[in-house]
Nanobody, 117 residues
Framework: VMLQESGPGLVKPSQSLSLTCSVS??????????WDWIRQSPGKGLEWMGA???????YYSPSLRSRTSISRDTSKNQFSLQLMSVILEDTAVYYC??????????WGQGTQVTVSS
């Protein structure tokens, strides 16, 4: 399974960030699999943002729930992240991964997003 993130590298404060993860070699509807978004800010550890399951259910980090939306397009075998009202602290490398149970088995290479005016 291969995952590839795509989206803008630069976003202005207060705007929305949209990222897409394209999946190949697997399906976003594979039973009992979740598709997660994770980020890593400079000098910090990995932060789980949220996930969408094989059935389309979504789960979000409590700290980001009010600004985050995860969706999928099964026809394109993609899932997406929307982060609204971005702030400077949202600058990070954003990763998508396929998770089985509690472990991310496959990861995208990550995409740098910088929030700056």
């Amino acid at each position: 399974v291969m995952l590839q993130e795509s989206g803008p590298g630069l976003v202005k404060p207060s705007q929305s960030l949209s990222l897409t993860c394209s999946v190949s070699g697997g399906s976003v509807t594979t039973h009992r699999v979740c598709w997660d978004w994770i980020r890593q800010s400079p000098g910090k550890g990995l932060e789980w943002m949220g996930a969408i399951t094989y059935s389309g259910s979504t789960y979000y980090s409590p700290s980001l729930r009010s600004r985050t939306s995860i969706s999928r397009d099964t026809s394109k075998n993609q899932f997406s992240l929307q982060l609204m009202s971005v702030i400077l602290e949202d600058t990070a490398v954003y990763y998508c991964c396929q998770r089985s149970w509690s472990t991310c088995t496959y990861w995208g290479q990550g995409t740098q997003v910088t929030v700056s005016s």
